[in-house]
C-alpha cells in the first residue's frame, strides 16, 4: 500500500488541518500536532472512536475476499470499472471498500491513478491494505464527516455499503462522480427464500435517487441480471461475507444447506449508476 501516495488527500480528523508523512516515518501528523500511526500491516486508523457492531469482522472479509477473488461477482466488478474508466479519475475514494476488491480492479485500469479506501472495519482496512500499490487505506466512519479534503477526488465508490450524500458531494471535486452498486429486488431472491436472509429494502433505488438528488444528478446506470449456478461453498460464502453473518453463523448455515439440492440456480439483479456531482 502507499499511504504517501494519498496523504495529500487526507486530513485531521481532530482539526481538518493536512498531514504529513515525512519519508520513512510511521506516522501521520498534522500542523497542529495531532498524529496517528501507520498499523503494521500498512493501514491507519482516522477513527474517533471505536469500531461499532455493523463492521465487518475478520471472518467476513476473509470470506468476501475469497468470493470476491473466485470472480463470482465478476459481472459487478467489470461494470465498476467500466464506469471508473467512463469518468476517468486520477484519484479515487472508495467508501466502505471492504477488502478493496473494487477499488484495486479500478487502480488496475487506470495506471497513474492512486486510490483510499475507507472503511469502519479494521478487519477491513487491513484486508485493503495490500489490495494494490497505489492504494491507501483508512479506518473510518462514514457517518461522521469523512477525514478527506474538500474536493480532494474525482471519483467516489459506494459499493453496497453506506453512504452520506453531503460529506460525498464534499470530498468530490467540481467535475466529480458517484459511482454507486445497490441491490435490485430479485438480488440472491431464490437464497431469500430458502435462507430466510435479509430483504433487499423495498423501493431501494428509488430511495437512493431520491437522497442522492441534492448533491448528484443522475448518469449513466447499468442493470446487471444474471442467473448462476453456484454450490454450497460458494451460497455459504456469499451470506457469512454479508450482514447476515450477523444473524447466522457457518454451523448453523452448514446444516441449512445441507437439506437443498445442488448446484443452486441464484439470480444476480443489481444496478451499477454513475451520479454527476451537482454544483
Ligand atoms: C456489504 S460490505 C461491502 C464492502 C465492499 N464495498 C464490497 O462490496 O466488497 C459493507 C462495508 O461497509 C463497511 N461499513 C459499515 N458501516 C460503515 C461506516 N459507518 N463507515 C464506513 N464503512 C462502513 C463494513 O465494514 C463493510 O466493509
Known amino acids: 500500500m502507499s499511504l504517501a501516495d494519498v496523504v495529500d488527500l487526507l486530513r485531521c480528523p481532530v482539526c481538518a488541518a493536512p498531514f504529513e508523512l515525512p519519508s520513512g516515518a510511521g506516522t501521520l501528523r498534522c500542523g497542529q500536532g495531532h498524529s496517528f500511526d501507520v498499523a503494521r500491516q ?29 470472480g463470482h461477482y465478476r459481472a459487478i466488478t467489470e461494470a465498476v470499472t467500466a464506469a471508473a474508466v467512463a469518468v476517468g479519475p486520477e484519484r479515487v475514494l472508495d467508501c466502505g471498500a471492504g477488502p478493496g476488491h ?114 448528484f444528478a443522475p448518469g449513466p446506470q447499468r442493470r446487471i441480471v444474471q442467473t448462476v449456478s453456484w454450490e454450497a461453498a460458494t451460497v455459504s460464502d456469499v451470506v457469512l461475507m454479508g450482514p447476515n453473518a450477523f444473524h447466522r453463523n457457518a454451523v448453523q448455515l452448514a446444516a441449512e444447506l445441507e437439506r437443498l439440492t445442488w448446484p443452486q440456480r441464484v439470480t444476480l439483479a443489481v444496478e451499477v449508476s454513475r451520479w454527476a456531482r451537482r454544483p
Not at 43 to 58: H, R
Not at 140 to 161: C, E, H, K, N, Y
Not at 186 to 210: C, F, I, M, Q, T
Request: with cysteine; aromatic share 4%.
Open 42 to 70: 500498512g493501514y491507519i486508523n482516522l477513527a474517533p472512536g471505536a469500531e461499532p457492531p455493523n463492521a465487518d469482522t475478520a471472518a467476513m472479509v476473509t470470506v468476501r475476499e475469497r468470493f470476491l477473488g473466485a
Open 102 to 215: 473494487y477499488l484495486a480492479r479500478v487502480l488496475d485500469a487506470m495506471p497513474g491513478s492512486c486510490g483510499v479506501a475507507l472503511d469502519v472495519s479494521v478487519a477491513a482496512a487491513r484486508r485493503a491494505a495490500r489490495a494494490h500499490p497505489r492504494l491507501g487505506s483508512i479506518v473510518a466512519d462514514a457517518w461522521r464527516p469523512m477525514p478527506v479534503a474538500p474536493g480532494a477526488v474525482d471519483l467516489a465508490l459506494s459499493i453496497f455499503a453506506p453512504r452520506q450524500v453531503d460529506d460525498l458531494h464534499r470530498i468530490l471535486a467540481p467535475h466529480g462522480e458517484l459511482v454507486t452498486v445497490t441491490p435490485l429486488a430479485d438480488h440472491l431472491r431464490e437464497l431469500r427464500a430458502e435462507l430466510g436472509l435479509l430483504a433487499v429494502e423495498p423501493n431501494k433505488r428509488e430511495r437512493l435517487a431520491g437522497r442522492l438528488a441534492r448533491g
